[in-house]
Structures are given as structure tokens and as C-alpha cells.
């Protein structure tokens, strides 16, 4: 059974905090992306990755930054958490480059004091 | 311009009726994706159904399928039979093989509530 993980469902962090969020699939994906789902807004992405190192900015990634160091994990961090990231964070993962679907993380629930 | 627009934010059916889901997109690539994924209150994103641009079919997946009209860029959600599971979230996405980003479009999404 296809599997992306999170670390965590929820989590609570104060203003200024370094913040890292982890995702982990097991499909062998070659791709891996993070979204920000806020309500009314749907998901927006925020960075995704092609492969190991490989980056790009989605189109929200102001204030965050993503690491790539093996295939099947990604994280997500935030500098210097502020309260406007607030925020669902999903993660999600695909495999190569044609309509393939994306497999989706729990999310986590983070909320910044 | 939003890319992908999903007008009805709250929907409601009753058990056992048929409901659809509004999904307008916009694109000039002629070679896109449009995907539906279901979002429980639970949070998990559960993949429904794919049509391709070039398909010459609606797509259908069991109680889904997807009313694709391509010269009015739309790809509306069908559900038959509702049952009190598919309240949830509906998102409609989109990916375009043009921009070569392999990420999704969403849009903002429909709040389906079944009633008994």
C-alpha cells in the first residue's frame, strides 16, 4: 500500500521559531511537492522537487526554504515562523512526468503564536 | 485569472440522488490534466478521478465521473447514488504539460453535505 507520511498531525510553535516539517514516501517517487491549504483558498504550493538536491519555487515561497537529500524524504522549514503561517501543510508525491496522481500525506496542522 | 474556479463553496443532496460538482478551468496549453480528489473532515486527500485533455471519453471511476466539456473548460464532478461518506471537500486540480511544472492547480474547493 502507498504510503506518504508527516511527522506530525499537529504542532504548535512560537513567532521566530525554526521550524521543520517532514515528509516521507515509500512509492520511489522522483517527485515530491508541498502545499499550504487555507480555507477558501484551496491548496497552494509552495516548493516542489524532481529529484534528489533538485528544487523549484512554487507560488508561495516566501519564508520557506525545502531540502531534498534523499528520494524519499522532504522537508519543509521555516526560518523564523510568523502567525500568517498559520496554516494546513500538506505534502504529496508522484511518480515521473506524465498525468500520474498524487499521493498525499496526513498533513500537519501547524499553529504559530 | 484563477486557473481553476469551483463556484459553489456549500452544496447539500440528499441520500441516494445525484450530484454535480462545478469545475471551470483555464488554460492555453493543449495538452493538460484535470484531476478530482475528495478531503474528508478526517484531512487526508483522497484521489478520485483523472481526465485527460485529449481523452475522447468522460472518465468514470464507479459512482464518479466527470462531465468534460472541453470547449467550455469545464470538468464538472458527477456523483450518483450519494451516500452519507461522500460528505467532504472536493478539490478540482489541474496540470499542464506546457509550463513542465508537474505540481497541481487547485481550486478552492466545494463542501458537499449529504443529508439522511
Known amino acids: 500500500d502507498v504510503k506518504v507520511t508527516q511527522s506530525s498531525r499537529y504542532l504548535v510553535k512560537r513567532t521566530g521559531e525554526k521550524v521543520f516539517l517532514e515528509c516521507v514516501q515509500d512509492?520511489?517517487?522522483?517527485?515530491m511537492f508541498w502545499y499550504r491549504q487555507d480555507p477558501g483558498l484551496g491548496l497552494r504550493l509552495i516548493y516542489f522537487?524532481?529529484?534528489?538536491?533538485?528544487?523549484e519555487k512554487g507560488d508561495i515561497p516566501e519564508g520557506y526554504s525545502v531540502s531534498r537529500e534523499k528520494k524519499e524524504r522532504f522537508s519543509l522549514i521555516l526560518e523564523s515562523a510568523s502567525t500568517n503561517q498559520t496554516s494546513m501543510y500538506l505534502c504529496?508525491?508522484?511518480?515521473?512526468?506524465?498525468?500520474?496522481?498524487?499521493?498525499f500525506g496526513p498533513g500537519t496542522r501547524l499553529t504559530v503564536l | 485569472a484563477q486557473k481553476i474556479t469551483q463556484t459553489q463553496p456549500g452544496m447539500f443532496v440528499q441520500e441516494k440522488e445525484a450530484v454535480t460538482l462545478d469545475c471551470t478551468y483555464d488554460t492555453s496549453d493543449p495538452s493538460y490534466g484535470l484531476f478530482w480528489y475528495k478531503q474528508p473532515s478526517s484531512g487526508e486527500m483522497i484521489f478520485l478521478i483523472y481526465q485527460g485533455s485529449y481523452d475522447q471519453q468522460n472518465a468514470t471511476e464507479g459512482r464518479y465521473s466527470l462531465n468534460f466539456q472541453k470547449a467550455r473548460k469545464s470538468a464538472n464532478l458527477v456523483i450518483s447514488a450519494s451516500q452519507l461518506g461522500d460528505s467532504a471537500m472536493y478539490f478540482c486540480a489541474m496540470r499542464e504539460r506546457g509550463t513542465g511544472r508537474r505540481a497541481l492547480t487547485f481550486g478552492s474547493g466545494t463542501r458537499l453535505q449529504v443529508q439522511p
Open positions: 522537487s524532481y529529484d534528489v538536491k533538485m528544487k
Open positions: 512509492m520511489d517517487h522522483e517527485n
Open positions: 504529496a508525491s508522484s511518480r515521473g512526468q506524465d498525468y500520474n496522481e498524487q499521493f
